[in-house]
T-cell receptor, first 115, second 111 residues
Framework: AQKVTQAQTEISVVEKEDVTLDCVYETRDTTYYLFWYKQPPSGELVFLIRRNSFDEQNEISGRYSWNFQKSTSSFNFTITASQVVDSAVYFCALSEARTGNQFYFGTGTSLTVIP | DGGITQSPKYLFRKEGQNVTLSCEQNLNHDAMYWYRQDPGQGLRLIYYSQIVNDFQKGDIAEGYSVSREKKESFPLTVTSAQKNPTAFYLC??????????FGPGTRLTVL
């Protein structure tokens, strides 16, 4: 079974629009960690954020914000006032304490921001 | 600068040849990983190593081999047994349960 589901395969928005990328995860652990990565066309994955399961506070970093809801097992990512440079593939990932360092990645959401 | 380097960036292989992809990190991370990414797909774990001289198979280890003789190095060999090796290969490292940091990747094409 897929541990991390990113149902949106591709999204296109016009510059300056807000966009939310969905991430739903599945785990039986009480201690786990959630991550978001950005993969620009160059290919290298860039780390964006890490949350642990005990911290449900939403986080904002500039135009980026993350909404972590344990009740719905979701960790959604919103980009406000999107820019062309935001065009990339975004991956959500899960790490469980019992399996240590192993990450489970979603299949990614390809975001295109149209100027 | 601290980081992860992968070489080469592009690699071409003839069918039946083994090739080795290099991954080096100077972050002093204990754990290192190899992933494979196919077009339009997510990352699939090939092998990972949590300490020197130890490594475990990931989800798609068949046709690949690794070694971890030094903390900073985790080379991946794509053997002739790997039937469809054309893909983008990413190396990563981490410390404990913290985030993984990724290298720039190697794009392997079988001719």
């Amino acid at each position: 079974a897929q541990k991390v589901t990113q149902a949106q395969t591709e999204i296109s928005v016009v510059e300056k629009e807000d966009v939310t990328l969905d991430c739903v995860y599945e785990t039986r652990d009480t201690t786990y960690y959630l991550f978001w990565y950005k993969q620009p066309p160059s290919g290298e994955l860039v780390f964006l954020i890490r949350r642990n399961s005990f911290d449900e506070q939403n986080e904002i970093s500039g135009r980026y914000s993350w909404n972590f809801q344990k009740s719905t097992s979701s960790f959604n990512f919103t980009i406000t006032a999107s820019q062309v440079v935001d065009s990339a593939v975004y991956f959500c990932a899960l790490s469980e304490a019992r399996t240590g360092n192993q990450f489970y990645f979603g299949t990614g959401t390809s975001l295109t921001v149209i100027p | 600068d601290g980081g992860i380097t992968q070489s080469p960036k592009y690699l071409f292989r003839k069918e039946g040849q083994n090739v080795t992809l290099s991954c080096e990190q100077n972050l002093n991370h204990d754990a290192m990983y190899w992933y494979r990414q196919d077009p339009g797909q997510g990352l699939r774990l090939i092998y990972y190593s949590q300490i020197v001289n130890d490594f475990q198979k990931g989800d798609i280890a068949e046709g690949y081999s690794v070694s971890r003789e030094k903390k900073e190095s985790f080379p991946l060999t794509v053997t002739s047994a790997q039937k469809n090796p054309t893909a983008f290969y990413l190396c990563a490292s981490s410390m404990g349960v913290n985030e993984q940091f990724f290298g720039p990747g190697t794009r392997l094409t079988v001719l």
